[in-house]
């Protein structure tokens, strides 16, 4: 049960070495910066550091560009680190070279538009068989080829209109017919103003010297030369970004890692033309990031242990090998530990699993339970999977102690006769079972009550380990109330008198508990009247608790019950259906994926209920170090 123990680094130097001081925490994966100000008492001569923070600038010209020809990069394996002139020169070239190509592509693109909506407006018009351009010529006429809308139509059809212009109907589609119109330049401006107050719009197809049917195919020969054109580029967009796309990939890494420095930098504090860092490191990182600054010529830095910085709320980074790690997930969901508590993982996977394992017991299940984690695990990369694992096995061994194979109780009776091993048929033994899960409950409590005195101790606070109710004298007191309960039960034989007396001899001491400490650390000083009501009240509490506490885990018990009596609704289903196998595969399916995660939950239950509360308060803060995967090959320059 430990937490990796944490150094408070502080690095001091010319403001000109931020850069490679940044670069090298960043790098070492395993640096959490922190409030400079807190940490010295002169921080009001202190700046804060104005930052440019130019890497997003060119991340965002480099993802846009990169982008605009439908590209996407990659993840590089290089972590050597470029300088910065080195990238802004590279993204610069690269956006050139894009943007020259995506340019002469949008050119080609906005020619083919133009050239398709020339050839929409002139297949309304190819019936004709004379160049359009000609009608230019006219002396005392003019010609527009235009489309009008069809309830407008008739409105130009007038006996007194017909010295004035001639409207010739072409064709047509839904809404629209399309006409030429040749209009006397005579009365040209009169009848203009007749056209405004209609849908009446222009088709620009004057211009052309050929026929409307000619025009069209050669506007059609046309964008297949232009088609062929913008293929070549984008091909050479292919071939420029195979050649490109790896060294994009390691400049976008390396913009990356320029912004975690500069998150780094943003902590730091400058005076005159010094800067100050601070920042949380693991003790087994200390050499390393020694090394990393002793390379940097003008920076010096300093190291503290975070035992002497309690106050100042060191981070927490738990520390548990690979079997008991997954288990963090539970003691995360309840609070991080102080960095000066202990790590409650180990306490919790071995009490969590083995409770589990005796409310889930069944050898066919926990092993189908544990396939299943590893499924998880392995391929949906899913932390809970192991626990799942970890339990089902766990179930499987006590599924074997009760003697159940996907809820047959016979199926193991060779093996057991081989070995002569007799197992807890749980409906033959439910009294058994269920002192067994007061005694889990009281051996749990206990052992909580243990760790609480290690953790208070850690801290030390020596009159709380030894006065406390979840101290030493709450396990004299718990004890002493169980084996006088045990010899009332003529169940252990103990003289009564004695364990009275101890009972008493705790309870005085718990009683004044806060009085002890008052004196001890010179508090002010008491209300007798106000103290001896609240302590009466709390001793009450704390006698019923034990109770309360004890008396919960005797759903170990029933959960047991439960699991028999749920394999043998099953079994009566598979035979009042006829379809035996069947309802009893699914029905096994049923009972493992519904019990499970009901019996996950009730344990965790008993874990933040009854266990957690004596000896872990949570409330500490996950250590979140900045990681930059580089490799500086030489001091950066700007």
Known sequence: MSVVNMRLVSVIGFINELDSAALACASLCAFEPDVVDKFFKDANKFSPFINVNDAISYENMLNETVGKINKKISKSNNNDLMPKKQIAKYIISFKEKCDKIINKINFYNNEISLNNSVINDLKYFKNLNYGIKRFKDFEYMSVKFVKIFKPDFQKLILPESDDKFIIEKISEDNENYYCVIFISKEFENEINSVFKKIKLSEVGISNLEFTPQQEIDKLKLKNKMIDAEIYKLKDGIEKFWEHQKSSCAKVYSCLKQYEKCEQIKSFAKTYNDNFVLVGWVPEFKIQEISEKLDKISRVEYFVESGDELLKFSPPTKLKNRNIFSPFEFFVSTYGLPKYSDIDPTLFVAITYTIIFGIMFADVGQGLLLALFGLFLSKFKKIGLGKVMVTCGISSSVFGFIFGSVFGFEEALNPIYNVINFQPIRVMESPMKIIISSICIGIFCLILAMCANIYSLLKKNDALEAILSHSGACGIVLYSSLILLLLNTLSIVAVNPIILELIIILALIFIF???????????????????????????????????????????????????????????????????????????????????????????????????????????????????????????????
């Not at 699991?563 to 289903?573: K, R």
């Not at 009042?576 to 029905?587: F, K």
């Open 512 to 638: 004044l508990k806060e009085f002890i400490k008052n004196r001890v650390y010179k508090h002010e000083k008491i209300s007798w009247g106000d103290y001896i009501i609240s302590q009466f009240f709390e001793l009450f509490e704390i006698i019923l608790g034990y109770f309360t506490n004890t008396i919960s885990f005797i759903r170990i018990g029933v959960f047991i019950f439960v699991h028999a009596g749920m394999m043998m609704v099953v079994f009566s289903l598979a035979k009042m259906t006829g379809q035996y196998l069947l309802t009893v595969i699914l029905g096994n399916l049923f009972v493992t994926g519904f019990e499970a995660l009901l019996v996950g939950m009730q344990v965790m239950r008993l874990q933040f209920c009854e266990l957690f509360g004596r000896f872990f308060e949570g409330g500490g803060r996950e250590f979140k170090p900045i990681i930059a995967d580089i490799r500086i090959l030489s001091k950066p320059k700007n």
